[in-house]
């Protein structure tokens, strides 16, 4: 991947994806809940996962190969974004975060109603893991292993699950406090956030980037890299979403967030630091022009 220019890679990757999206849900019997599950597909989206899919991919093999493996790479970022677009169309939910718009536009269940959203988001969920069986059945097994893995209790649903209060949960800070006496709360909110935002944001990075080198052959200690780097940029993109909620809105209410915990020059200091761990853990890739710039793209991004 000699003079490597991400604008030209992100564009055209960004259609391609749009494509399979949109194609995916033509031509089904049930023309209606077709045309619900294409809504939240067509208002928008940076395509981030199913990128990363195709980038840890080229960055694991030759350009000979790339092409060879990638009708596979599709199938996985098909269903990444797939399980990425239920869990959007679900977070808004009433019962959920009842959120009123999703990317500037109307959310689902505003455009149709709770119970075709909740429909929606589950279609969308299981069609993942109907594209996911494009794949060869020696690549089958293991890719449902860990979509299962990343998506559900022990991923990002399980993050969902601390969000929620469900499971853990943040311990209750008395704002009149004064902070001498609050560090054990503090440091217990402090890693809670790091367990919410693993699980609930980071968990589909790294899924994303592990199905790409899966699809390259990469098996066991040799997912490692791609592990860090998936956990790293899941963490850095995470921040850069409190960095960028801080610019926009600095209002002290709502939930605990890492600006609010640790102030803002710390948190762009921890996103600084997790881009630097990202790119040291694919060092020794053969290809990682794609997969560092997606990293800068998500880690310092300003949308
Ligand atoms: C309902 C099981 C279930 C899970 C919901 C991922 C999630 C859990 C909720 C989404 C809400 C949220 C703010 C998650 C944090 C991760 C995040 C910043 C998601 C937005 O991802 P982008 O910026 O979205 O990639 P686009 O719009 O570009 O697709």
Aim: hydrophobic share 40%; with cysteine; net charge negative.
């Amino acid at each position: 991947m000699s003079g490597f220019h991400f604008e030209e890679w992100y564009e055209q990757h960004h259609t391609h994806i749009e494509n399979l999206l949109i194609n995916h849900f033509e031509s089904l019997n049930m023309a209606n809940m077709g045309t619900a599950c294409q809504y939240p597909l067509r208002t928008g989206g940076k395509r981030f996962r199913p990128m990363l899919v195709y980038a840890a991919l080229a960055a694991c093999t030759s350009d000979l190969r790339y092409q060879t493996l990638r009708p596979y790479a599709d199938a996985c970022a098909l269903a990444v974004e797939l399980i990425h677009t239920y869990s959007l169309v679900h977070d808004d939910l009433p019962c959920m975060d009842n959120d009123d718009t999703r990317r500037g536009h109307p959310t689902v269940h505003r455009i149709y109603s709770e119970d075709v959203a909740v429909l929606v988001g589950d279609a969308l969920l299981t069609e993942a893991f109907g594209a996911l069986c494009e794949l060869p059945t020696d690549l089958l097994k293991k890719a449902l292993r860990w979509t299962t893995h990343y998506a559900g209790i022990n991923g990002m649903l399980g993050g969902q699950s601390i969000d929620i209060g469900f499971e853990g949960g943040f311990p209750y800070i008395d704002p009149e406090e004064p902070l001498e006496t609050q560090s054990e709360r503090r440091d217990q909110t402090i890693n809670t956030l790091y367990a919410l935002h693993k699980h609930k944001t980071g968990a589909l990075i790294e899924l994303a980037v592990v199905l790409g080198g899966h699809i390259a052959g990469l098996q066991g200690i040799d997912l490692i890299p791609l592990q860090n780097f998936g956990q790293a940029v899941g963490l850095g993109f995470q921040l850069a979403d409190d960095i960028l909620d801080a610019e926009e809105d600095a209002a002290p209410e709502g939930p605990p967030s890492f600006v609010k915990m640790l102030g803002i020059d710390a948190t762009r200091k921890l996103a600084e630091e997790q881009w630097q761990l990202a790119l040291k853990s694919i060092d020794s890739f053969k290809n990682p022009a794609a997969l560092r710039s997606l990293a800068a793209f998500a880690v310092k991004r300003s949308h």
